[in-house]
């Protein structure tokens, strides 16, 4: 079956270090993959993704490879700020599929000023 | 203007009650969804319709019943509801078929659900 693996949190750093935030998947064939975030109270919010391999999404200074390789597609920032505290979630979409998104469990990270 | 909303945003209720939630999208997309996020923020899918049809559910009890009048709204319903039925819900949509590799879900605000 379908399933993503995110780093387990909470993760916590100070203002304008560097972050990761790990993710691999299983799927059958070549999946999108997405990262969503979802800030304190509210709903989900696509922040990237990348359909085939060696893609890079970026946005808001985040990036993410999708890696055929090491089946995988991890978070970074060069330099994190207090506003980027919230959870992140990584998606994917089976090729193929009836959109149906697969989620991992999501990581909570707090950035202290 | 809201692309996805949600109502009641939250939703404070007894055991064994029926309760509905209501979902809109204006974004003129094919497909809607409904997700739970329970405690501890881990999100699964519950139903999916695109053009008023049933196209995924997940292994949901039947006390949960999804409804379609058109393809802008999506409302949820729920029968004789459980404590483990606590939880936020989410609505969420996109073009769906004609989206391709790159179809992306929007969210709507979330309807936070606390059964007593």
């Known amino acids: 079956g379908n399933s993503v693996t995110q780093m387990e949190g909470p993760v916590t750093l100070s203002e304008e270090a560097f972050l990761t935030i790990n993710c691999t998947y299983t799927?059958?064939?070549?999946?999108?993959l997405f990262w969503y975030v979802q800030y304190p109270g509210e709903g989900l919010q696509l922040l990237l993704k990348?359909?085939?391999?060696?893609d890079k999404g970026s946005n808001k200074g985040f990036e993410a490879t999708y890696r055929k390789e090491t089946t995988s597609f991890h978070l970074e920032k060069g330099s994190v700020q207090v506003s980027d505290s919230a959870v992140y979630f990584c998606?994917?979409?089976?090729?193929?599929?009836?959109?149906?998104?697969?989620f991992g469990k999501g990581t909570l990270l707090t950035v202290n000023p | 203007d809201t692309a996805v909303s949600q109502t009641p945003k939250y939703l404070v209720t007894q055991m064994g009650n029926d309760k509905s939630i209501k979902c809109e999208q204006n974004?003129?997309?094919?497909?809607m969804y409904w997700y739970k996020q329970d405690s501890k923020k881990f999100l699964k899918i519950m139903f999916s319709?695109?053009?008023?049809?049933?196209?995924i559910n997940e292994t949901v009890p039947n006390r949960f019943s999804p409804k379609s009048p058109d393809k802008a709204h999506l409302n949820l319903h729920i029968n004789s509801l459980e404590l483990g039925d606590s939880a936020v819900y989410f609505c969420?949509?996109?073009?769906?078929?004609?989206?391709?590799?790159?179809?992306?879900?929007?969210f709507g605000p979330g309807t936070r659900l606390t059964v007593l």
């Open positions: 998606a994917l979409r089976p090729r193929g599929s009836n959109y149906k998104l697969t």
């Open positions: 799927a059958t064939g070549y999946p999108s």
């Open positions: 974004l003129g997309h094919d497909t």
């Open positions: 969420a949509s996109s073009q769906g078929g004609t989206g391709g590799l790159t179809d992306t879900q929007y």
């Open positions: 990348a359909t085939k391999a060696d």
């Open positions: 319709y695109n053009n008023k049809e049933l196209i």
